[in-house]
């Protein structure tokens, strides 16, 4: 199994550190960034057409929750299940930039942020 590790690239599109997923740890997921079977990921699709590298660069929504594509149903059930808070992990990368949340996820050897 791999090591968790600081690194910017695994910080997926929707704000999740694929960095700390156990499917990339096992190597049986590349990463967001890498993973051409993502195709069905609505919020994949829309950084990579609008050339960013998260949700954290678009200005059309000041909360992510906003967004019909980021907070569609697939990701809201996702969510519930994963008890995860993507929207905050989107806020963090635009307070501490991609590196700095990276680094927080690593450290904390977490996925997402936890739902409150």
């Known amino acids: 199994m791999k090591e968790i590790i600081v ?10 550190y ?26 994949r699709t829309c950084c990579i057409d609008r050339g ?10 000041a909360d992510p929750k906003a967004c019909r594509k980021f907070n569609n149903v697939v990701s809201k059930t996702i969510g519930f299940l994963l008890r995860s808070d993507r929207a905050a992990c989107i806020m963090q990368i635009k307070t501490q ?6 680094k927080d996820m690593a450290m904390n050897k977490r996925q997402t942020i936890r739902r409150q």
């Open 18 to 43: 694929c960095g700390a997923c156990g499917s990339y740890l096992r190597g049986r997921c590349p990463g967001c960034h890498e993973n051409a079977k993502a195709g069905w990921c609505k919020v």
């Open 97 to 102: 930039g991609l590196a700095g949340h990276a």
């Open 52 to 61: 960013f590298t998260s949700c954290a660069e678009c200005d059309a929504f």
């Open 7 to 16: 690194d910017a690239g695994m910080v997926a599109y929707c704000g999740l």
